[in-house]
């Protein structure tokens, strides 16, 4: 089975531009998490998507954003680029499939964005 | 305010000796735990989880952590550390009830394991 896949792996922006990640999920997990991973703030959760869905938001400004598809693929827009937002973006998935949440998140290799 | 704790930012161990990476959390309730393993330039990858049930749960790679409800920790625990464990290593949390998969997740602790 696939494990997630997050596109692509490299990212160079510069400050003012927007930029959109994607992630496509394990087949048949249906919840998508985004994480920001700075070596300052550690992994900070962005928001979090099921059938296509928003169900939770972190503490993050408006210029990020987030969609999921029909088919459980997600992408996750960042408008205006600011130089703090140069962070590793890692999506996860899982099943969820009993609805309690036991199921561990299963992660991708991340986006590494860098906003000069 | 709910956190995660990992006090060590680094833990050094020779190869064949048993090491242990401390947790500790303040979340009310009962929490799911969780342990990562994050090897440079990927992802976290999934360890072991206590939901509940017996204290000591067992993972891959040889890997068990012990939960204790009183102090509030979750210790990652292996017999005998291999060279090839080193690397960075997250706690996380799930609050109870929180009807989402926020995790909060500690800052992390990088194990070095000396041949």
Redesign the interface.
């Given at each position: 089975k696939a494990g997630?896949t997050?596109t692509p792996r490299y990212l160079i922006k510069t400050r003012g531009q927007q930029v959109t990640l994607s992630c496509s999920p394990i087949s048949g997990h249906r919840?998508v998490?985004w994480?920001q991973q700075t070596p300052g703030q550690?992994?900070q959760?962005l928001f979090?998507y099921f059938s296509e869905t928003q169900?939770?938001k972190?503490n993050f400004p408006g210029r990020f954003s987030g969609r999921q598809f029909s088919n459980s693929r997600s992408e996750m827009n960042v408008s205006t680029l600011e130089l703090g937002d140069s962070a590793l973006y890692?999506c996860?998935s899982?099943s969820?499939r009993d609805g309690r949440?036991?199921s561990?998140?299963?992660?991708?290799?991340?986006t590494r964005l860098t906003v000069t | 305010a709910q956190s995660v704790a990992q006090p060590e930012d680094q833990v050094n161990v020779a190869e064949g000796n048993p090491l242990t990476v401390k947790c500790t959390y303040s979340v009310s309730g009962n929490p799911y735990l969780f342990w990562y393993v994050q090897y440079p330039n990927r992802g976290l990858q999934f360890l072991l989880k206590y939901i509940t049930g017996d204290n000591l749960v067992k993972g891959s790679y040889g890997f068990e952590a012990e939960f204790n409800k009183s102090q509030t920790s979750f210790h990652l625990k292996k017999p005998s550390a291999l060279v090839s464990d080193s690397a960075l290593y997250f706690c996380a949390v799930r609050p109870p009830a929180s009807g989402t998969y926020k995790y909060i997740f500690g800052t992390g602790t990088r194990l070095k394991v000396l041949a």
């Open positions: 997630v997050q919840s998490s994480y550690g992994l959760f979090e169900r939770n972190g890692l996860a899982s969820n949440y036991n561990p998140l299963h992660f991708g290799n991340g | -």
